[in-house]
Structure formats: C-alpha cells, structure tokens
C-alpha cells in the first residue's frame, strides 16, 4: 500500500509541475472602433512576459495576417482603446511591403478623405511586452 502511494504521490508532483496554461500569455486585447462600430482586427507578432514565463511569436507578414475588411466613411475618426494602457503606441499604414510606424499621443486615427483599401498596422509596448495589431479598412 505504501508502494502505491509514493507513486500517486510522485504522479501528482509531476502532473503539477508540468502543466502550463501559454494561451494567456499575450498582449491586451485591442478594442478599435469607428462611431459605434466596432473593427475586426489580427493579433500577429508578440513578445510578452509575467510570473517567470515568456513567450515570443511569430506571425505571417501583414497582407498574409488580415482576415476580413473592415467597412468604414471617409474620413472617419477610429478609436484605439486596450484592455491595459501600453507606454507606446505607434500607427502606419503597410504600403509596398513595408510600414511606416508613427508614435501616436491620442488614442485615434483620423482616416484618409478618399476611398480605397488600406492595412493598418498598431504597435503597443507594456512592460510585459509587445504586440503588433493589423486590420484591413475599406474606405468608402
């Protein structure tokens, strides 16, 4: 009988030590709205780090990240909110396979007074970490 409880003893110690939950372990949640509407956005590359573990990822490059379009007026005012406030946020527009990155001090985006498709790129830093954000907006 002691025999079996040193190995259910031994189980649960291993059991315990080696389950962790990663999937928590990402930025804030980005809450982007324009008016009313709120905006469908892609969570791509990010390093973040809390209680001694870390994770960095990887994601495709932006035009390959986006699913779906975001419908939205000519120039429309689009509100960038996070779950947690960062210490940086900076805003572009991927345009020829790159993005100009622009630290923003507002929390929005003034949208371009003409129509057409644009991907827009948020990056926000923590502490914890960094996240890039991407949408894809139609302009209409």
Do not use: H
């Amino acid at each position: 009988m002691r025999k079996y409880l040193c190995v259910f003893a031994v189980l649960c110690f291993l059991t315990g030590c080696g389950v962790t939950d990663w999937d928590d372990l990402k930025p804030p949640d980005l809450i982007i709205s324009a008016g009313e509407e709120d905006l469908s956005y892609t969570l791509g590359t990010f390093t973040w780090s809390e209680n001694k573990r870390a994770v960095a990822s990887d994601a495709p490059s932006i035009p390959d990240l986006v699913d779906g379009t975001n419908e939205v007026a000519t120039g429309e005012t689009v509100s960038i909110e996070f779950e947690q406030e960062p210490t940086l946020i900076e805003v572009g527009v991927w345009e020829d396979e790159d993005v100009d990155l622009k630290r923003i001090a507002g929390r929005t985006i003034n949208l371009p007074d003409e129509k057409g498709a644009f991907l827009y790129v948020i990056r926000a830093e923590w502490p914890e970490g960094d996240g890039i954000y991407a949408l894809s907006i139609n302009t209409k």
